[in-house]
């Protein structure tokens, strides 16, 4: 079972649950975290893995043979990224730009692109104790995050439970993180800012028909906008955490929140029972 | 010889647009007659390339100078490309810009003038 830990508004807490949904669950099952944050990949940091192996990602961008091209300028029309631009007898490639689709290569008449691989990323494995970990990483200046995804869930391991942390936000990233799953948890606060972009992280997963809750944290701040948009929208909340000092201490150190505080075990435990519940009775509705 | 003027709005009396590749308008101009074109620049609402797909469209509309405020590296690298001159840091009524154009105040940009994505509101 695959299980995604997004946000719309960055800094809700991702990472904290993430890291602490796996750490409990791996005490008695196999159990993988994948950190599909690529720009910012943390949960190294309360993990602290032991590394055991790592890949290059690339992606094809188009070499242009200007020997064959004609510059009819067929390969820029097609690029929906403005990624290559021919003008009078000059082509140009912007790799910076190219998502790697292939489209100019294909449609080109006279053969004169082929691809040559530009790396975006790399994908790094290993484990922490008996927890499986897989990290992506984005190129420093680079852009295309999706590809570097789409290779850190390549290693996802279905036979046990798979714990995604998912960039924040609502745009490509996101649902190239969460497409797949069983179920998404949101990760949000009880703030103005922490509604609207639950909202929009809402309207993402609904689209994609992964059924999803909430985990609200920093509970004590800000104001009940979000547990009556939950109720209005039928969206369970399945996880209170406190604004708690001793909690923001253990994260600033870097000490996940179930190793600092492991009466949270059980939480952690009873929310991912939750879920399953969730996953198994939506299965069984669908089956019907 | 025609010239393209980054604009916020059709016309000659418009203003100058700082930005060139997400401009909304431009105004092309053909420096003998003085006669004027305005064209609505459907790039400017592009997802990613703004200045790329912008500077091509410019680019086959034959013109040989453009007047911006700032032009980023890939647009600048584009026009470069198809001969275009780059003249950044123009600003106020249209009219004028090109009349100080005419009159050879304005010199064109041997760089960009700005980063990527400088242009996104």
Redesign the interface.
């Given at each position: 079972m695959i299980v995604s830990v997004a946000s719309g508004k960055g800094g809700t807490g991702k990472t904290l649950v993430a890291t602490s949904l796996a750490l409990s669950l791996s005490d008695d099952r196999e159990v993988q975290l994948l950190d599909c944050d690529v720009e910012e990949p943390n949960d190294h940091v309360f993990l602290q893995p032991e590394i055991t192996g790592s890949k290059a990602v690339s992606i094809p961008v188009p070499r242009v043979d200007e020997a064959r091209c004609t510059y009819c300028g067929k390969c820029a029309q097609v690029c929906a990224y403005h990624a290559i631009a021919v003008l009078g007898n000059h082509v140009l490639p912007f790799p910076q730009l190219c998502h790697g689709c292939g489209a100019c290569s294909y449609l080109c008449p006279e053969k004169a692109i082929t691809e040559e691989h530009r790396q975006v990323g790399v994908v790094e494995w290993g484990h922490s104790g008996a927890l499986g970990f897989v990290q992506g990483k984005l190129a420093v200046g680079e852009a295309m995050a999706p590809p570097v995804i789409r290779e850190v869930k390549r290693c996802a391991n279905r036979d046990g439970a798979v714990i995604i942390d998912v960039p924040p936000g609502t745009s490509c990233p996101v649902v190239e993180a969460i497409k797949d799953s069983d179920f998404c948890l949101l990760v949000t606060e009880p703030t103005p800012f922490g509604l609207n972009d639950l909202v929009l992280a809402v309207e993402t997963v609904t689209k994609l028909g992964i059924p999803c809750a909430v985990v609200l944290n920093r509970v004590g701040v800000g104001d009940l906008g979000v547990e009556e948009y939950c109720r209005q929208e039928r969206i369970p909340v399945l996880l209170t955490i406190p604004l708690d000092m001793e909690i923001a201490r253990l994260y600033s150190r870097g000490i996940a929140l179930v190793a600092g505080m492991p009466q949270w075990k059980s939480s952690f435990l009873e929310l991912f029972g939750r879920i399953t519940e969730i996953v198994d009775e939506r299965s069984r509705s669908s089956k019907r | 010889m025609k010239i393209a003027i980054s604009a916020a709005a059709p016309g000659l009396d418009a203003q100058v647009e700082p930005r060139f590749g997400r401009c909304q308008h431009f105004v092309i101009v053909d420096l003998g007659s003085m006669e004027f074109e305005s064209l609505e620049n459907s790039?400017a609402m592009?997802?990613?390339?703004?200045g790329?797909?912008t500077?091509?469209m410019i680019?086959e509309k034959g013109v040989e100078v453009v007047l911006t405020g700032n032009c980023g590296p890939?647009a600048y690298?584009?026009l470069s490309?198809?001969?275009v001159q780059v003249v950044t840091g123009v600003s106020g009524r249209i009219r004028d810009a090109v009349e100080a154009y005419k009159a050879g105040k304005l010199k064109a940009s041997a760089q960009p003038s700005v980063g990527s994505h400088h242009g996104i509101a």
């Open positions: - | 790039g592009a997802a990613g390339g703004a790329i797909s500077a091509q680019a890939n690298r584009t490309a198809a001969g």
